[in-house]
């Protein structure tokens, strides 16, 4: 199974974390494809480009098909803007594609922001940032969404397990 974690830039990594921990716990081999990193390796070629992201993307899919076929629990923690770029992980993935939408209000997004990025936006040295001059269009077809907003980084990765690991 995939499990596709889709937030602004807040939560997701945290998260996915967390739930990995719940999976382990439960005696599952799983691992965690996490955006930010695989822009610093597998995708350090790649910009932010409506294209590259794609790209990007379409890269990670790949890579949890690959894990997938040996077994483990793949999460993928990443920003997925557009409709069009998880109809693609859909294809490649099929019927272990779970996407879960981590709807995060921007405004907590940027009362939190762990790593400073929405202040790098303010000053303008972050450009094509989602959410602010980048589109994000909201999940139709998410399995689940959950509120961070009302719910903590374990409720929320506890959530995930019971509505759509359990299931």
């Not at 494809?33 to 409506?50: A, H, P, Q, V, W």
């Not at 990670?60 to 557009?82: C, D, H, N, R």
């Not at 077809?141 to 299931?167: D, G, M, R």
Request: charged fraction near 25%.
């Amino acid at each position: 199974m995939h499990l596709a974690v889709r937030a602004f830039r807040c939560c997701k990594s945290s998260i996915s974390l967390e739930l990995k921990q719940i999976l382990i716990s439960s005696g599952l081999k799983c691992l965690i494809l996490d955006g930010d990193l695989l822009r610093k390796g597998i995708n350090s070629n790649l910009g932010f480009s409506e294209a590259d992201r794609f790209e990007n993307i379409r890269r990670a899919a790949e890579l949890a098909k690959i894990f997938l076929e040996e077994g483990y629990w793949v999460i993928v923690a990443m920003i997925t803007p557009m409709e069009a770029m998880r109809e693609n992980n859909r294809q490649i993935l099929q019927n272990q594609y779970v996407e879960v939408f981590v709807n995060t209000p921007l405004e907590i997004c940027m009362e939190r922001d762990p790593k400073g990025l929405y202040q790098k936006v303010k000053q303008l040295e972050i450009q094509h940032f989602t959410g602010i001059d980048s589109p994000f269009e909201i999940p139709k077809h998410a399995h689940l969404t959950v509120e961070t907003a009302y719910l903590s980084i374990e409720e929320s990765a506890k959530l995930i397990f019971n509505q759509v690991i359990e299931n």
